[in-house]
């Protein structure tokens, strides 16, 4: 089992910046790609970004690249997404997730989720 907890989330204004966090404990982190999820009011949940196991790879959403970096740390377990030059479309509730061994977009192919943490970007 992996347990997964989200932090970080709140209310930012267009044009500012967040850093969520999602602290990790149970089976060996570092086996586990992590990855973030987001899901708007009345849609369906989405990709965001992911880290391979080693942190040498890194995948992004179109939506979000070149604004959102994703970084792991497998000596603390943690995995951070830092969020720059926020959208009012990027509000939704932010998913923490883990894979074991490899990456992919697809929402059902990770078995861990954290409760997710809510972020709302006003214009």
């Known amino acids: 089992q992996v347990q997964l907890v989200e932090s970080g989330g709140g209310l930012v204004q267009a044009g500012g910046s967040l850093r969520l966090s999602c602290a990790a404990s149970g089976r060996t982190f570092s086996s586990y790609v992590m990855a973030w999820f987001r899901q708007a009011p009345g849609k369906e949940r989405e990709f965001v970004a992911a880290i391979s196991r080693s942190g040498g790879s890194t995948y992004y959403a179109d939506s979000v690249k070149g604004r959102f970096a994703i970084s792991g740390d497998n000596t603390k377990n943690t995995v951070n997404l830092q969020m720059s030059s926020l959208k009012p479309e990027d509000t939704a509730v932010y998913y923490c997730?883990?894979?074991?061994?490899?990456?992919?977009?697809?929402?059902?192919?990770?078995?861990?989720w954290g409760q997710g943490t809510q972020v709302t970007v006003s214009s």
């Open positions: 997730a883990a894979r074991y061994l490899r990456y992919s977009y697809d929402s059902n192919q990770y078995a861990y």
